[in-house]
């Protein structure tokens, strides 16, 4: 079992930076892909940004050039940097972790992020 513990989540001003972490318990972390994904109120969840294991990184259009996904896996830890932030990024943000068979097995619990002057 793992659990994933999210921080890092605030209110910024358009244009600032923020940076999430997702710390994951046991010695399992590297085994899997970690995922950032957002939900705004009365919006579906969407994932907008991946690495693999390999190091491998996708993200959505909508943070591409602006979002950074990594890991650190010495530290069982995952981040999201994020840049350039506008008010349409607001939105819960979770990490979660996903399978070699391509299920995402765990969640953490959300962290909020707030963009507005």
């Known amino acids: 079992q793992v659990q994933l513990v999210e921080s890092g989540g605030g209110l910024v001003q358009p244009g600032g930076s923020l940076r999430l972490s997702c710390a994951a318990s046991?010695?399992?972390?590297?085994?899997?892909?970690l995922g950032w994904y957002r939900q705004a109120p009365g919006k579906q969840r969407d994932l907008v940004a991946f690495?693999?294991?390999?190091?491998?990184?996708t993200y959505s259009d909508s943070v591409k050039g602006r979002f950074t996904i990594s890991r650190d896996n010495a530290k069982n830890t995952g981040y999201l940097q994020m840049n350039s932030l506008k008010p349409e990024d607001t939105a819960v943000y979770s990490c979660?972790?996903?399978?070699?068979?391509?299920?995402?097995?765990?969640w953490g619990q959300g962290t909020q992020v707030t963009v507005s002057s």
């Open positions: 690495i693999a294991r390999s190091g491998t990184t």
């Open positions: 979660a972790l996903r399978s070699v068979g391509g299920s995402w097995n765990y």
């Open positions: 046991g010695s399992a972390f590297s085994i899997y892909a």
